[in-house]
């Protein structure tokens, strides 16, 4: 069974940092693609940054040059660096892993910037 397990997430005032952390644990190897996604209220769930086994990074527009994701593959674990944080940053951000075909979520962790 894949368990992905959030951390990081908390309050913080526009142009703060916060790091996310996500663990993947369970029988799995060798991830292909590990990333986050995010949802703010009222709205749909949207990619925020993914990167793939071999180290290529994917961002949304609107967090290019402030986010920085990365992984550690012999830990399974994929981080999400952001600052220069935004108001419209706040939402529940999800840890996702794309592994043997299939994705794999997280419970979520909330992210608040107060303006």
């Known amino acids: 069974q894949v368990q992905l397990v959030e951390s990081g997430g908390g309050l913080v005032q526009a142009g703060g940092s916060l790091r996310l952390s996500c663990a993947a644990s369970?029988?799995?190897?060798?991830?292909?693609?590990m990333g986050w996604y995010r949802q703010a209220p009222g709205k749909q769930r949207e990619l925020v940054a993914a990167?793939?086994?071999?180290?290529?990074?994917n961002y949304a527009d609107s967090v290019k040059g402030r986010f920085t994701i990365s992984r550690d593959n012999a830990k399974n674990m994929v981080y999400l660096e952001m600052s220069s944080l935004k108001p419209e940053d706040t939402a529940v951000y999800y840890c996702?892993?794309?592994?043997?075909?299939?994705?794999?979520w997280g419970q979520g962790t909330q992210v608040t910037v107060s303006s």
């Open positions: 990167i793939t086994n071999g180290g290529r990074t």
């Open positions: 369970g029988s799995i190897f060798r991830i292909n693609v």
């Open positions: 996702y892993i794309d592994f043997t075909g299939r994705t794999y």
